[in-house]
């Protein structure tokens, strides 16, 4: 059982790394429009966004964005994060 819940722990936090990796890659292209990624970078951006788009689209279509006024936020980011560190920390206390 701790080979399966440490295999499951490692996966969970690899996958948080992702999340953040994506999370940075997002925020380059809000403030550098005209920046693409090249080489390496390149390869790594499409390992992140193939890992990480699909729960993305799922969440988007089934959470609403939040509207404030004219601003309308997108939750599904936030919900993917907190459930994997909620998972995470579930599995790390068995």
């Known amino acids: ?3 399966v ?3 499951l722990g490692f996966l969970l936090w690899l996958y948080l790394l992702l999340l953040i990796g994506r ?7 809000v403030f550098a429009r005209e920046w693409r990624p090249r080489g390496v970078v390149l390869v790594l951006a499409e390992v992140i966004y193939t890992a ?3 729960p993305l689209r799922l969440l988007r279509r089934l959470i609403p964005p939040l509207t404030l006024g ?3 936020l997108d939750l599904a980011f936030v919900v ?4 994997v560190t ?9």
Do not use: E, N
């Not at 999370?23 to 292209?29: E, H, K, N, P, T």
């Not at 993917?80 to 459930?83: D, G, M, N, P, T």
């Open 70 to 72: 004219q601003i309308r």
């Open 5 to 7: 819940t440490g295999i």
């Open 80 to 83: 993917l994060f907190l459930a």
């Open 86 to 94: 909620i998972l995470l920390q579930v599995v790390q206390s068995v």
């Open 52 to 54: 990480t788009d699909p």
């Open 23 to 29: 999370l940075i890659f997002d925020w380059v292209q």
């Open 1 to 3: 059982m701790d080979l």
